[in-house]
């Protein structure tokens, strides 16, 4: 081999040493970071997934799943999904629309029979993008107590409309709380039924699944609240109202790079279902709605990338997950401190990755 063959093959091994450092760089970043950001917001434990083109990049636990038992989170460790399960429950939806069991322009009250007369120009598409004029849970509700879906309905129904539907936006739980029941109604099937059988079990997404703290659930974290600057544990809901369509899931960062691969396929549905999903849906007057909402997912540019994502908060956990859909990139964090903020933190690391090889 002559000395000119060889300079190639040296030029190829600086480079790739070179991607090793910087890889190894982007990861430092990445931790002294979350470490210092956990310690100023208290939070006790944290999941972090960075995923290119649906694989994973990143899957890493810091702090801890269980302060009493002191149990480090690591990347299998389930947290609580708070309103990202939003997405699932559209994607739902999307499947019976695709199906021709559900119009997206049709009534509620076609498939919701004998709700009150106010809510015969709601249609799904507006359930759907919280521009219904649903509003979320009165301040005398009463989080500890069971109900059916019959009861629920009936708090809902019991509610005047806030604005004439399809005029306005205002994010309501109770608009995905209805459509958890309406898709029961028109499938026969409890909506987390619906979404074991369609999404979780053909994605291989073994630990999502509806909330039960009746349920022996490995890898469980704990969630957990700041009083007076003192950690305590989440506050206790009803068993009934930890199964609701607005976000009570359970799973884990592995899941969840399973959803985001899945995603950039047509898996579950077809790309026009999914394009539809991610485009912010418009009021009757043609101007987009104000929360930058389509169907169980918020659009928006960050720092001049195109962004799509939903934040959750639910009993002691929060959650983010934003996907850079034009630069193939998603960050998701998990945490289990009720006042976290995992945007802010899913924001510094995707700003990391987008400038990183």
Same mark, same amino acid.
């Given at each position: 081999?002559?000395?000119?063959?060889l300079?190639?093959?040296a030029l *190829?091994f600086?480079?790739?040493t070179l991607?090793?450092?910087a890889g190894?760089?982007?990861e430092?970043?990445?931790?002294?970071?979350?470490?210092?950001?956990?310690?100023?917001?208290?939070?006790p434990?944290l999941?972090?997934?960075?995923?290119?083109?649906?694989?994973i990049?990143?899957?890493?636990g810091y702090?801890?799943?269980?302060?009493?038992?002191?149990v480090?989170v690591?990347?299998?460790?389930? *947290?609580q999904?708070?309103?990202v399960?939003?997405?699932?429950?559209?994607t739902?939806?999307?499947?019976?629309?695709?199906?021709g069991?559900?119009? !997206?322009?049709?009534?509620?009250r076609?498939?919701?029979k004998?709700?009150?007369?106010?809510?015969q120009?709601?249609?799904i598409r507006?359930?759907l993008?919280?521009t219904a004029?649903?509003?979320?849970?009165?301040?005398?509700?009463d #989080?500890?107590?069971?109900?059916?879906?019959?009861?629920?309905?009936?708090?809902?129904?019991?509610?005047?409309?806030? #604005?004439?539907?399809?005029t306005?936006?205002?994010y309501s739980?109770?608009?995905y709380?209805?459509?958890?029941?309406?898709?029961?109604?028109v499938?026969g099937?409890?909506y987390?039924d619906?979404?074991q059988?369609?999404?979780?079990?053909?994605?291989k997404?073994?630990?999502?699944?509806?909330?039960s703290e009746?349920?022996?659930?490995?890898?469980?974290?704990?969630?957990?609240?700041?009083?007076?600057?003192?950690?305590k544990?989440?506050?206790?809901?009803?068993?009934?109202?930890?199964?609701?369509?607005d976000?009570?899931?359970?799973f884990?960062?592995?899941?969840?790079?399973?959803?985001?691969?899945?995603?950039?396929?047509e898996?579950?549905l077809t790309?026009?279902s999914?394009?539809?999903?991610?485009?912010v849906?418009k009021?009757?007057?043609?101007?987009?709605?104000?929360?930058?909402?389509? *169907?169980?997912w918020?659009?928006?540019?960050?720092?001049?990338h195109?962004m799509?994502?939903?934040?959750g908060?639910?009993?002691?956990?929060e959650?983010?997950?934003?996907?850079?859909?034009?630069?193939?990139?998603t960050?998701?964090? !998990?945490a289990?401190l009720?006042q976290?903020?995992?945007?802010?933190?899913?924001?510094?690391v995707?700003?990391?990755?987008?400038?990183?090889?």
């Open positions: 081999m002559t000395r000119l063959a300079i190639p093959l *190829f600086t480079l790739e991607a090793q450092v190894s760089s982007t430092h970043s990445v931790d002294d970071y979350i470490h210092s950001e956990m310690q100023r917001q208290h939070i434990g999941s972090l997934l960075v995923a290119r083109e649906g694989r990049v990143r899957a890493q702090g801890l799943a269980n302060i009493e038992l002191q480090p690591k990347p299998e460790t389930v *947290f999904s708070g309103s399960g939003k997405q699932f429950t559209a739902a939806v999307m499947m019976l629309v695709e199906e069991k559900i119009r !997206l322009d049709e009534t509620v076609q498939y919701l004998g709700t009150p007369l106010t809510w120009p709601v249609t507006e359930l993008s919280h004029g649903f509003t979320d849970y009165p301040k005398n509700f #989080f500890r107590k069971d109900y059916t879906e019959g009861q629920l309905l009936k708090i809902v129904e019991s509610i005047p409309l806030a #604005f004439p539907p399809g306005q936006w205002s739980n109770l608009g709380l209805t459509l958890g029941i309406l898709l029961h109604e499938t099937q409890f987390g619906f979404l059988e369609r999404i979780f079990r053909p994605l997404m073994d630990t999502t699944r509806i909330i009746a349920d022996i659930v490995p890898n469980r974290a704990a969630g957990y609240r700041l009083v007076k600057g003192e950690l544990n989440q506050e206790w809901v009803s068993p009934t109202l930890n199964t609701t369509a976000g009570a899931l359970y884990s960062i592995l899941d969840l790079a399973k959803w985001d691969s899945a995603l950039y396929t898996k579950l790309r026009a999914l394009d539809q999903m991610w485009t849906t009021l009757k007057n043609g101007q987009p709605n104000s929360g930058h909402y389509g *169907f169980g918020s659009m928006e540019y960050k720092n001049g195109r799509i994502g939903h934040d908060a639910w009993q002691g956990f959650s983010n997950i934003s996907r850079y859909v034009d630069d193939k990139l960050v998701v964090v !998990l289990n009720d976290a903020d995992p945007e802010v933190i899913a924001d510094h995707a700003k990391i990755y987008l400038v990183s090889p």
